[in-house]
C-alpha cells in the first residue's frame, strides 16, 4: 500500500511540474494584446509596435498593439493591472509609470503589487523645445522671459505626472520660473499642438522630438542628461546652459500582470532581449538618442522602486500638491 501510495505521489508530482513546461509550449495559443497607455505616436507606441512585429514573427501568433492614453497612463496601466495574468496581456510604458503616485492622491493600482515587471528596454534623455515662432534662442533666454512673464508661457507634456511633465516641473523648481501646464494624452497629440504653434514650448523625449528639430520644425534648447546626447551633439545639456545639477533620463518598459506565470515572464524577457540586441536595432535606437536596456525581472523590479522613491523627493521639492 505504502510503495502505491508513493508510486501515485511521485506521478502527481511529475504531472504537475511538468505541465508548465508543456503549458508553456503551446503558448500563445490565440493573439496577444500589447497596452501601450498612451494616444498613437511617441517612443512608447514605437516601442510597442516593434515588439509586435518582432513577437509575431517569432512566436507564430498575432501580438497588436492596443492604445489606451488619458489620465498620464494610468488608464492603460489600471487596464493591465486588472487584466487575468495568464499572459495575453502586457503593457509597453514610459517612466510615468513610477511617478503617477505623487500626482494623485489615489491610485486604482500599486505598481509593485498588481504588476510584474519584465525588463526595461530603452533610456534616453529628453530635450525641451519650443516653436521656431518663439524668440527663444537659448535656455537662458527662456528662463529670464519666463522670470520676466511668469504664468505667460505654457508647456505641452505627454500627461500629468508623465516624465516630460516632471522634467519641466524639476526645472521650474531649479530654474524659479513659472510656466504654465497644458497636458495631453499621450507625446503625439503634444508634438502636433507644438509643431502647430497652438502651444510655446514642450519637454520631450529625444526620439521623439528629433526629426522635427532637423527639419527646422522644432528649435532645441537643452537636453536633459547630465552630458550632450549623442543623437543632438551640438544641443548643450540644461546643466551645460546653467541649470546646475539638473539631470532626468525618460525610459520604458514592459510589464505584465502580477501573477503571469514565470515561463511566459521568462520567454517575453528573452524575446525582448533578442530584439533589442539585433544589430540593425541596436542601430536604428541608436540614431534617435535611445539606449538598449535589457534588465533581468529582479534588477528591473530594484530599478522601479528606486524610482518611485526618487519622483517622491523630487514631488516634495518641487512641491507638486496631489489632485483627488
Do not use: C
Not at 502505491?4 to 511529475?14: D, H, K, N, P
Amino acid at each position: 500500500m505504502k510503495r502505491r501510495e508513493f508510486l501515485a505521489g511521485g506521478m502527481a508530482v511529475a504531472a504537475f511540474t511538468g505541465a508548465p513546461r508543456a503549458w508553456a509550449q503551446d503558448y500563445p495559443a490565440k493573439p496577444v494584446r500589447i497596452m501601450v497607455s498612451t494616444a498613437p505616436g511617441g517612443m512608447a507606441d514605437t516601442l510597442g509596435r516593434l515588439l509586435a512585429s518582432h513577437l509575431t514573427q517569432s512566436m507564430g501568433q498575432q501580438f497588436y498593439v492596443e492604445n489606451r492614453g488619458g489620465a498620464g497612463n494610468i488608464i492603460g496601466i489600471d487596464l493591465v493591472a486588472k487584466s487575468p495574468p495568464d499572459g495575453y496581456t502586457f503593457l509597453v510604458v514610459a517612466g510615468t509609470i513610477t511617478s503617477n503616485h505623487i500626482m494623485y492622491k489615489k491610485m486604482p493600482y500599486d505598481v509593485l503589487r498588481d504588476l510584474a515587471p519584465i525588463t526595461q528596454l530603452v533610456s534616453l534623455p529628453n530635450v525641451l523645445v519650443v516653436h521656431p515662432s518663439q524668440p527663444y534662442k537659448t535656455l537662458a533666454d527662456f528662463i529670464a522671459a519666463a522670470k520676466a512673464k511668469p504664468g505667460q508661457i505654457n508647456f505641452a507634456s505627454a500627461g500629468v505626472g508623465s516624465n516630460l511633465h516632471l522634467s519641466m516641473e524639476l526645472l521650474k523648481a531649479k530654474a524659479g520660473i513659472d510656466v504654465v501646464h497644458v497636458p495631453y494624452k499621450g507625446v503625439g497629440p503634444a508634438m502636433s499642438d507644438l509643431i502647430g504653434g497652438h502651444v510655446a514650448s514642450m519637454v520631450s523625449n529625444v526620439a521623439s522630438a528629433k526629426p522635427h528639430i532637423d527639419s527646422g520644425k522644432l528649435r532645441p534648447l537643452g537636453v536633459t542628461s547630465r552630458a550632450r546626447a549623442a543623437a543632438l551633439p551640438d544641443v548643450p545639456s540644461m546643466a551645460e546652459a546653467g541649470v546646475k545639477g539638473y539631470e532626468v533620463l525618460n525610459w520604458f518598459g514592459l510589464f505584465a500582470p502580477a501573477g503571469t506565470p514565470a515561463p511566459i515572464i521568462a520567454r517575453m524577457h528573452a524575446e525582448a532581449k533578442a530584439m533589442l540586441t539585433a544589430p540593425e536595432m541596436k542601430q536604428r535606437l541608436a540614431g534617435e538618442g535611445a539606449e538598449p536596456i535589457v534588465s533581468t525581472p529582479s534588477d528591473f523590479t530594484v530599478f522601479v522602486k528606486a524610482e518611485m522613491e526618487q519622483w517622491t523627493e523630487v514631488g516634495r521639492a518641487a512641491k507638486i500638491q496631489p489632485a483627488d
